[in-house]
């Protein structure tokens, strides 16, 4: 399901977007890491099975971004509970290996075929690559965004860039490419302790805070794909302020942005049957979709919002993952 109220092809599973799902089984890994119980583990095992089942082609996709996301899920749940997802982890990986482009000046494309090579696509796969062994091209690949696709003027991370063409950088500037690259040069810092990745995060988290919150709330994304912005850039925030090593002033602030943005997320929600259900800006309170309330629509390789973005799943995952990055915290003494 893709969003609520469902309409009809929602209810008989029609639509179907493999990354919102991917990050649905990275929210269950997280609440079974905070308080495990044999239903969550279960839950897991549940999700990664229907997602095999409903992608039909098996585990891949034709989008880098997507099975990179995937990987991380299935990564993360190896090490959180005892199920084994070994073979899709190592083909997902190798999916992000070989699809390195150094005849393009480096980088991975965003989709098999594609012209353009963006951070959604390398920073994740990044990430991946750090976590599984690769550790080698997931330098390359954080060296390359680095020289690539940070604006020097503001340090924040640009969408990505198509080499052939004479306005080769897009320009853009979402907030889950900042979390993607944190979680990398994160990731990095507790590999290789004299390179440059520290400073990288430390730099990063200081435009984060400058430049994409507002009153250190992180600023929305909106509905469809956009609507897992935020708390993408939440999660790997909350990465740093636990994980990079020897810098307590940057952990402190990107703890600080997640967990005033939590705080104002929480007070903003509106109640489903005793449940939450986020806004789309987590500033502003939560609008309550209806069945009537135009559903997202796919449209040139993306997902655009529904009509109230609060229906769409994109958006609740990100409040999920946002609330599971708080509660990450105060475990670790924040």
């Known amino acids: ?76 749940a190896q090490r959180v509970t005892r199920l084994s997802f070994d073979r899709p982890v190592r083909t997902l990986s190798e999916q992000m290996y070989r699809a390195w482009a150094p005849e393009r000046g480096g980088g991975i494309p965003w989709c098999r075929g594609s012209d353009f090579y963006n951070a959604p696509a390398n920073g994740p796969a990044g990430i991946l690559l750090a976590r599984t062994g690769n550790v080698a091209r997931a330098v390359e690949m954080a060296d390359w965004i680095d020289a690539t696709l940070r604006d020097p003027a503001t340090n924040v991370i640009l969408d990505g860039i198509r080499p052939d063409r004479a306005d080769a950088l897009e320009r853009a500037v979402y907030t889950y490419c900042q979390g993607v690259v944190l979680g990398l040069e994160t990731e990095l810092a507790l590999r290789i302790p004299n390179g440059e990745h520290p400073m990288r995060v430390a730099r990063l988290v200081g435009a984060v805070g400058s430049r994409l919150t507002r009153d250190r709330v992180i600023v929305g994304g909106g509905g469809g794909d956009g609507g897992l912005f935020n708390g993408i850039l939440a999660r790997y925030l909350a990465f ?95």
């Open 240 to 334: 740093v302020a636990v994980m990079l090593p020897d810098d307590p002033s940057t952990r402190a602030a990107a703890a600080r942005i997640v967990l005033v943005s939590a705080e104002s997320a929480w007070r903003n929600r509106e109640q489903v049957d005793g449940l939450p259900l986020f806004s789309a800006d987590w500033s502003t309170p939560a609008r309550m979709p209806t069945a009537d309330s135009g559903a997202a629509q796919f449209s040139g390789g993306t997902v655009q919002s529904s009509v109230v973005p609060e229906r769409d799943l994109s958006v609740q995952l990100s409040g999920w993952m946002l609330m599971e990055a708080a509660a990450y915290l105060s475990a670790a003494g924040y």
């Open 1 to 76: 399901m893709c969003g609520w109220p469902a309409t009809r092809d929602e209810r008989w599973f029609g639509p179907w977007n493999y990354w919102w799902q991917a990050h649905l089984i990275d929210c269950a890994v997280d609440a079974a890491y905070r308080a495990p119980t044999a239903a969550r583990t279960e839950r897991i095992k549940w999700l990664a099975h229907g997602q095999r089942l409903r992608n039909v082609s098996g585990w891949t996709s034709s989008f880098y971004d997507d099975m990179a996301w995937l990987g991380l899920a299935l990564e993360r």
